[in-house]
């Protein structure tokens, strides 16, 4: 079984920056991809980032540009570097983690863009 752990979340003025980490933990695990939903109040949850063991990475067309995935293989630690943020960036976010036969969701972390 997989634990995440999510931490970096807190407030922050627009166009501000602040990164996220969220490790793994567990045993006789191998983790193929990792990332990154949110959820804001009152909408579903999202996409915002994935990458695979190998690197490869995909974005929502929202975060484009201003957020950037990264993932530490030999830490099972998967990070979120977020620039330039907005208000409407607002929300819980979720790491992830997926494997051969398992999913597993972090309990979250609140990320909140106001002045």
């Known amino acids: 079984q997989v634990q995440l752990v999510e931490s970096g979340g807190t407030l922050v003025q627009p166009g501000g920056s602040l990164r996220l980490s969220c490790a793994a933990s567990?045993?006789?695990?191998?983790?193929?991809?990792m990332g990154w939903f949110r959820q804001a109040p009152g909408k579903p949850r999202e996409l915002v980032a994935t990458i695979t063991r190998g690197g490869v990475t995909n974005y929502a067309d929202s975060v484009k540009g201003r957020f950037t995935i990264s993932r530490d293989n030999a830490k099972n630690t998967v990070y979120l570097q977020m620039n330039s943020l907005k208000p409407e960036d607002t929300a819980v976010y979720f790491c992830y983690a997926r494997g051969l036969g398992y999913a597993e969701w972090g309990q979250g972390t609140q990320v909140t863009v106001s002045s």
């Open positions: 567990g045993s006789g695990f191998r983790i193929n991809v």
